[in-house]
């Protein structure tokens, strides 16, 4: 069975330069024959985490009424990995994508009926990013990439790759010189191959890296 690539694009703008990005993952996504979903995750939530101890219905149901639900049951629970495609907005994601990452404790809370089929659902990923930013600085995106990789951490997944684009007008990311739609394509397609490798001091270490 082929493996599931979901790919969460957090910019309002369907033709903008994060929108490119995630189609330029799913593109090679499809040219190694995973199956992949790409999804706007406006689409899905109209509402930011209220104080789940004092919402949530009897029921262990979250009681805001949106479609998230349905994006973490249907689409995110069953992949296999997680592309997250998010513009820069003041160093940090984009509050669309934040609030999908909220969201996420109402689900796998004990509180919830189903957490145990969430919290196991959201472990043991690939995980891979891509961001857009008119800003040239190389420090920009580092604050996102190390929430990436320490929501990665928590949840045992593996944090295999990240991309970032610059341009400031829909889809001028494609201009960008340091070609950051061929290296997305390039991580749509490998995702589930790439090397990991996170040691700490007491790893078994070979003295080669790719034989």
């Given at each position: 069975?082929?493996q599931?690539?979901?790919?969460?694009v957090?910019?309002p703008r369907?033709?903008?330069?994060?929108?490119?990005?995630?189609?330029a993952?799913?593109r090679?996504?499809e040219?190694?024959?995973t199956?992949?979903?790409?999804?706007?995750?406006?689409?899905?939530?109209?509402?930011?985490?209220?104080?789940?101890?004092?919402?949530?219905?009897?029921?262990g149901e979250?009681?805001?009424?949106?479609n998230?639900?349905?994006?973490?049951?249907?689409e995110?629970?069953?992949?296999?990995?997680?592309?997250?495609?998010?513009?820069?907005?003041?160093?940090?994601?984009?509050?669309q994508?934040?609030?999908?990452?909220?969201?996420?404790?109402?689900?796998?809370a004990?509180?919830?009926k189903?957490?145990?089929v969430?919290?196991?659902?959201?472990?043991?990923k690939?995980i891979?990013?891509t961001?857009?930013?008119?800003?040239?600085?190389?420090?920009?995106?580092?604050?996102?990439?190390?929430?990436?990789?320490?929501y990665?951490?928590?949840?045992?997944?593996?944090?295999?790759?990240?991309?970032?684009g610059?341009?400031?007008?829909?889809?001028?990311?494609?201009?960008?010189?340091?070609s950051?739609?061929?290296?997305a394509?390039?991580?749509?397609?490998?995702?589930?191959e790439?090397?990991?490798?996170?040691?700490?001091k007491?790893s078994?270490?070979?003295?080669?890296?790719?034989s």
């Amino acid at each position: 069975m082929n493996q599931k690539l979901l790919g969460l694009v957090g910019s309002p703008r369907r033709d903008g330069n994060s929108a490119t990005l995630a189609a330029a993952v799913k593109r090679g996504a499809e040219k190694k024959g995973t199956q992949v979903a790409l999804h706007f995750v406006d689409d899905f939530i109209s509402s930011f985490l209220h104080d789940c101890r004092i919402c949530r219905l009897p029921s262990g149901e979250c009681s805001i009424q949106d479609n998230y639900e349905s994006l973490i049951m249907g689409e995110f629970v069953p992949a296999d990995g997680v592309i997250f495609c998010s513009p820069i907005y003041w160093y940090g994601l984009s509050a669309q994508m934040k609030a999908f990452f909220d969201r996420l404790f109402c689900y796998y809370a004990a509180s919830y009926k189903n957490s145990s089929v969430i919290s196991e659902g959201m472990s043991n990923k690939r995980i891979g990013l891509t961001l857009a930013s008119e800003e040239t600085y190389p420090g920009a995106a580092l604050g996102i990439i190390h929430q990436i990789q320490e929501y990665a951490r928590y949840t045992h997944s593996e944090f295999v790759g990240a991309v970032r684009g610059v341009g400031n007008s829909r889809g001028e990311v494609a201009l960008d010189i340091q070609s950051p739609l061929m290296a997305a394509e390039q991580l749509g397609y490998d995702i589930f191959e790439r090397k990991y490798s996170d040691y700490q001091k007491d790893s078994v270490r070979s003295t080669k890296v790719w034989s």
